[in-house]
T-cell receptor, first 114, second 113 residues
Framework: AQSVTQPDIHITVSEGASLELRCNYS??????LFWYVQSPGQGLQLLLK??????LVQGIKGFEAEFKRSQSSFNLRKPSVHWSDAAEYFC????????????FGGGTRVLVKP | EPEVTQTPSHQVTQMGQEVILRCVPI?????FYWYRQILGQKVEFLVS????????KSEIFDDQFSVERPDGSNFTLKIRSTKLEDSAMYFC???????????FGSGTQLSVL
């Protein structure tokens, strides 16, 4: 069965510092991979996705993620965080067939210190 | 950017009561979904809906749950007889045909007392 693990429940980072959020997945084949962000009172917003090709994908808001097949990982990074990046971040996987039955990780809550 | 709209944002109900959670997907989207997140747990898939029928449902989506697209704009989730364990944030999502990007609503927080 597929599963997604986000080992860090909370991360606190200083504004301007770099950020890396970890995501590991277990799946029968290479799935579609996603990162979503949820700001307080908002829905889940797609940051970026990986389907195939270049393993380093760029997303919105200055985020990027790298797919590493050998490690079954899809870690999210941002070189310099802004206070507005404080939110909860979810990694998700889904099948390459149509359907969008996404399996989510538990989320990582990011706090940004001034 | 277009939005998926969910109403109400908060719903409080008594155990055993019926609730209907409402969603207005993005107008040209054809695929619709409900997910939920119990406090402290992962976001879980409930059901997907296309062409006026359920495409896939999870084990959670038992006979107490139903979905409907009553008109051209709304997509509803009904829980017939709510239980305490139905308390959760319920997210509606939609997408266009041929695209994998899901657009999520901001959720309805359901509290069953």
């Amino acid at each position: 069965a597929q599963s997604v693990t986000q080992p860090d429940i909370h991360i606190t980072v200083s504004e301007g510092a770099s950020l890396e959020l970890r995501c590991n997945y277990s799946y029968g084949a290479t799935p579609y991979l996603f990162w979503y962000v949820q700001s307080p009172g908002q829905g889940l917003q797609l940051l970026l996705k990986y389907f195939s090709g270049d393993t380093l994908v760029q997303g919105i808001k200055g985020f990027e993620a790298e797919f590493k097949r050998s490690q079954s990982s899809f870690n999210l990074r941002k070189p310099s965080v802004h206070w507005s990046d404080a939110a909860e971040y979810f990694c998700a996987v889904g099948p390459k067939a149509a359907g969008n039955k996404l399996t989510f990780g538990g989320g990582t809550r990011v706090l940004v210190k001034p | 950017e277009p939005e998926v709209t969910q109403t109400p944002s908060h719903q409080v109900t008594q155990m055993g009561q019926e609730v209907i959670l409402r969603c207005v997907p993005i107008s040209n989207h054809l695929y619709f979904y409900w997910y939920r997140q119990i406090l402290g747990q992962k976001v879980e898939f409930l059901v997907s809906f296309y062409n006026n029928e359920i495409s896939e449902k999870s084990e959670i989506f038992d006979d107490q749950f139903s979905v409907e697209r009553p008109d051209g704009s709304n997509f509803t989730l009904k829980i017939r007889s709510t239980k305490l364990e139905d308390s959760a944030m319920y997210f509606c999502a939609s997408r266009v045909q041929g695209a994998e990007k899901l657009f999520f609503g901001s959720g309805t927080q359901l509290s069953v007392l």
